[in-house]
Every structure is written in structure tokens, then in C-alpha cells.
């Protein structure tokens, strides 16, 4: 499974940006997908999953309500929506398919990332 990311920027605080993940290769569907961040000096991050069966989410607490992960798999895709950007977003994306969970060993393919920058 290859995974390239999209939709990375520059926005001000308080702004929104929208994430897209497009998967190839077979079974896109079977994979749980989870988005990380790592900003500079700091270690990567989960920020938000979706099962395969895409009823279940999770997020950490500093997005929650303000993140929404969602996924389209007739598309092989998946997206991070993001509003309410503050600066401590500003970090380089990445997402990752594996299983359902919020650490990094549990995710096997992963995307180049891309940057998201917030700032006035």
C-alpha cells in the first residue's frame, strides 16, 4: 500500500485546512487509518484514527472537536478536516494504515507527510 498526502499550508490561527490521504494497492478498505504529526524537535504523535469499519474514531484531546477524520473507501482515501488551527498545530502530517490504535508500531504503510504551518 503506497499512501501521498495532500492539502498541507499556511493559514493563520483560527483557520482551516482539510488533509487528504489517497492510498494504491489492494485493500485500502481492511486497513484502519491514522493521521500523526511531528513538529519541529518533538517526537511524532497520533492525532486522530478511523476504523475499517468507519463507524469508530478516535483523537487526541487537543483536537478533539476541533479535527475530524473521515475516510471514503470506493475513493481509497481518507481526510483530516481542521478548524480552529492554533500555532501548536504546526507540525508535518503524516498518514498511516495499520490497525486501529494510537501508537505508531501499530500502523505498517506510511505517507511523506505534509506540512501544516499556522502563524500570523
Known amino acids: 500500500l503506497v499512501l501521498v498526502e495532500s492539502g498541507g499550508g499556511s493559514v493563520q490561527p483560527g483557520g482551516s485546512l482539510r488533509l487528504s490521504c489517497v492510498a494504491s494497492?489492494?485493500?485500502?478498505?481492511?486497513?484502519?487509518m491514522g493521521w500523526f504529526r511531528q513538529a519541529p524537535g518533538k517526537e511524532r504523535e497520533f492525532v486522530a484514527g478511523i476504523s475499517w469499519i468507519p463507524n469508530k474514531t478516535r483523537y487526541i484531546e487537543s483536537v478533539r472537536g476541533r479535527f475530524t477524520v473521515s475516510r471514503n473507501n470506493a475513493e481509497n482515501a481518507t481526510y483530516l478536516e481542521m478548524n480552529g488551527l492554533k500555532a501548536e498545530d504546526t507540525a508535518v502530517y503524516y498518514c498511516?494504515?495499520?490497525?486501529?490504535?494510537?501508537?505508531?508500531?501499530?500502523?505498517?504503510?506510511w505517507g511523506p507527510g505534509t506540512q501544516v504551518t499556522v502563524s500570523s
Open positions: 494497492g489492494r485493500a485500502f478498505s481492511t486497513y484502519a
Open positions: 498511516a494504515a495499520g490497525s486501529y490504535a494510537d501508537y505508531e508500531d501499530a500502523y505498517y504503510y
